[in-house]
C-alpha cells in the first residue's frame, strides 16, 4: 500500500507541474497582459507597475519564480485586486462554492442512485421509462439553460424565489438544482446499466435460488458492486462541483471561486487564473486518490496495486 501511494503522489505531482506548465504558457502565448487595458495610465507608470510585479522578466524566470513561490503554498499577489493575494480570494470565495457544492452533491448522489436502482429493478416498465426520460432530458439540456428556464418560471414569473445573489437557503435552491440535475441523471442512468449488469451475474441467481428475500439481495449483494462505476464517476465530479461552476455563478451573481475564475480570464489575471488552476487541479487529484481508496471497500476483490484476486 506504501508502494502504491507513494507512485500515485509522484505520478500527480508530475501530471500537476504538466497542468501548471501548459497553463503558464498558454497565458503568456496571448497577446497582450494584466494591465493592457489600462488606457489612462502613463507609460512610465505602466513599465514600474509591470517591474513591480516582475512582468518584464524573461518567461522562464516568471515561470522559475512561480513554482518556488507554489512550493511554499503562495499563489503570489493579485494583479487587478489591490492588496489582496490568490490566497486570500481563494480562502474568501471557495467555502461558498462549498456549501453550493455541498448541497447539489447530496441531491445528485440521493436521488440518482435511487432513481437508477429503481429502473434497474423495474426494468421495461413506467418507473424505469420515467427515469430514463428524466435521465436523457437532464444530460441533454446545459446547465445555463436549466438555470435560466429555473430563474424565469420560479424568481420572474412566480416570484417564490430570489434571482441571484447569495444568502439563506432561499438563494441556494435554484443554482443548486441547476447544478445537480445533470449529474443526477447522469448517475442513474450509471446506476441503472450497472445494476442490470450485476443482476445478471450467477451469484446473484445463486443468491436467489438459496431463498434469500430480494431486499438482501439488492441492497447486500446487488447495489455494493453495482456502486464501483458510479463511484468513478462521483470523484471528479465532486471536485468540479465543489470548486464551482463556472457558468451558474456567473448567473446567479455567487460570489464563489467560479465567479472569480471567470473574472480573472477577462481580467488577464495571471495569478489568479494559475491559482484557481493548480487548486481545482488538487482537489481533482485527490479525489481520484480518494476513489482509488474506496474501491476496495465495495469490492474486497479489488486490491490497491490495481489488481484483483481470481
Not at 504538466?18 to 495610465?41: C, D, Q, R, V, Y
Not at 517591474?51 to 515561470?63: A, I, V
Not at 461558498?96 to 447539489?104: I, P, R
Not at 465530479?237 to 467560479?258: D, H
Request: proline share 5%; with cysteine; aromatic share 10%.
Amino acid at each position: 500500500m506504501f508502494r502504491y501511494m507513494a507512485n500515485r503522489i509522484f505520478s500527480s505531482l508530475l501530471v500537476l507541474l504538466a497542468i501548471i506548465t501548459i497553463t503558464f504558457l498558454l497565458m503568456h502565448a496571448i497577446p497582450g497582459g494584466p494591465f493592457t487595458n489600462e488606457k489612462n495610465l502613463p507609460a512610465a507608470v505602466l513599465k514600474n507597475i509591470e517591474e513591480h510585479y516582475r512582468l518584464n522578466d524573461p518567461l522562464w524566470k516568471q515561470y522559475t519564480d512561480y513554482l518556488a513561490n507554489l512550493a511554499r503554498l503562495d499563489l503570489g499577489p493579485s494583479f487587478k485586486y489591490a492588496g489582496r493575494s490568490v490566497n486570500d480570494i481563494i480562502s474568501e470565495s471557495f467555502p461558498v462554492s462549498l456549501q453550493l457544492g455541498a448541497v447539489s452533491i447530496g441531491l445528485a448522489v440521493c436521488l440518482g442512485i435511487p432513481a437508477g436502482a429503481i429502473a434497474a429493478l423495474r426494468q421495461n416498465k413506467w418507473q424505469d421509462y420515467a427515469t430514463m426520460l428524466f435521465a436523457t432530458i437532464g444530460v441533454s439540456v446545459p446547465s445555463f439553460v436549466l438555470a435560466t428556464v429555473l430563474v424565469y418560471v420560479f424568481a420572474i414569473k412566480l416570484g417564490l424565489l430570489p434571482a441571484a445573489m447569495w444568502g439563506g437557503i432561499e438563494y441556494v435552491i435554484m443554482p443548486a438544482l441547476a447544478l445537480a440535475v445533470h449529474p443526477m441523471a447522469f448517475i442513474a442512468r450509471l446506476t441503472r446499466s450497472s445494476m442490470l449488469e450485476v443482476l445478471a451475474q450467477d451469484y446473484i441467481k445463486t443468491a436467489r435460488a438459496k431463498g434469500l428475500p430480494q431486499i438482501v439481495i439488492v441492497y447486500r449483494h446487488a447495489l455494493k458492486n453495482a456502486l464501483i462505476p458510479v463511484v468513478t464517476y462521483i470523484g471528479p465530479m465532486t471536485a468540479s462541483v465543489l470548486t464551482g461552476s463556472f457558468i451558474i455563478e456567473n448567473i446567479f451573481a455567487i460570489p464563489g471561486l467560479g465567479r472569480h475564475f471567470v473574472t480573472s480570464i477577462y481580467n488577464r489575471d495571471y495569478t489568479v487564473i494559475l491559482g484557481v488552476t493548480v487548486f481545482y487541479s488538487v482537489l481533482v487529484i485527490s479525489m481520484n486518490l480518494l476513489v482509488d481508496l474506496i474501491y476496495p471497500l465495495l469490492d474486497p476483490r479489488i486490491k490497491l496495486t490495481g489488481k484483483q484476486e481470481g
